[in-house]
């Protein structure tokens, strides 16, 4: 087996064990697996509408997982992506309520550059502490979700007019000029929530395997990610590449907030606990490898466990034990080793004693 069919095989088999997994723990408390999933791929695309909403869970997830790429690729592991998806959701949000009437072209453009560089705002703060004063990024991360998100309750609760507030913890809608939902997209999918972010997802999957591959800030990113004290002796400055690094990966974070919040909610609200996309992305660039194309598949499977897991209780099987599912996937990805152990690719003599 080749390095690149490895590569390819062991998150499928992390996939296959998890299913697996998660069959067992099923059998384990009484329930039918095998009817389990049926009614969760059923429900999952069972019509057009689900479809639909498989690709709209998709958006964020695949913008958060490039970040979490980007990162990954520069050797840090940011975990502070949920902070920087809110950061980008309150900021694109806010300016979107209080500009309603702005063009519908201007104003999409306008959120997305608002909630990239809120995002990336939030990645450079981690960026410059580990880049100046060595400190750790998951730490000063995970601190910053924390920071974030309550600083960000306060700024709904106490700083957005009453004019734009439903409640104390829930603005209005924002307008048809903000929301990313499109009435084409909706007729075509029966009413679905699926909106622009899949587009805006798709284009930056391009964007940062060209980066990442074909320029010289990605091969600056990868040197720094595998020996940050070689790429400093080669000429390349690890400080910048570093802070880079984050802010890419923060302003990828803030966008598939604002496609969370603008796409799906279309408006903004208190949180009572850190964005779960922000994990879940983190999950779909692991079990994707950090491969950018990849990103794309991993976050259709993720999207499919999401809007299918209802369809479980057909069977009786309370859909928290898709969490489960998704728990296990990432336990096999995560002991990837184990898995290439056992499929090992051939050696260079070995390949030529093939021949």
Known sequence: MSKRTQQIAVPLISVLLGIILGAVVMLIFGYDPIWGYEGLFQTAFGNVKNI???FRAM???ILIALGFTVASRAGFFNIGLSGQAYAGWIAA?????ANPDLPRPFMILC???????AGGVAGAIPGILRAYLGTSEVIVTIMMNYII????????QNGFSKEIMRSVDSSI???????????????ITNHSRMNIGIFFALIAVVFIWYLLNKTTLGFEIRSVGLNPHASEYAGMSSKRTIILSMIISGALAGLGGVVEGLGTFENVFVQTSSLTIGFDGMAVSLLAANSP????????LFGTLSVGAPGMNIAGIPPELVKVVTASIIFFVGAHYLIERYIKPKSKKEMKGGK
């Open 173 to 187: 809608q924002v307008s048809d000029n903000a929301t990313y939902q499109a009435e084409w997209l909706s007729a």
């Open 93 to 97: 949000g806010w300016f979107a309520l």
């Open 52 to 54: 639909g909403e498989i």
């Open 111 to 117: 959120t997305v550059l608002i909630a990239a560089i």
């Open 59 to 61: 958006a964020p997830l």
């Open 149 to 156: 998100l309550y600083l960000g309750n306060a700024v709904i």
């Open 293 to 300: 194309i990849g990103i794309i598949f991993s976050a259709f």
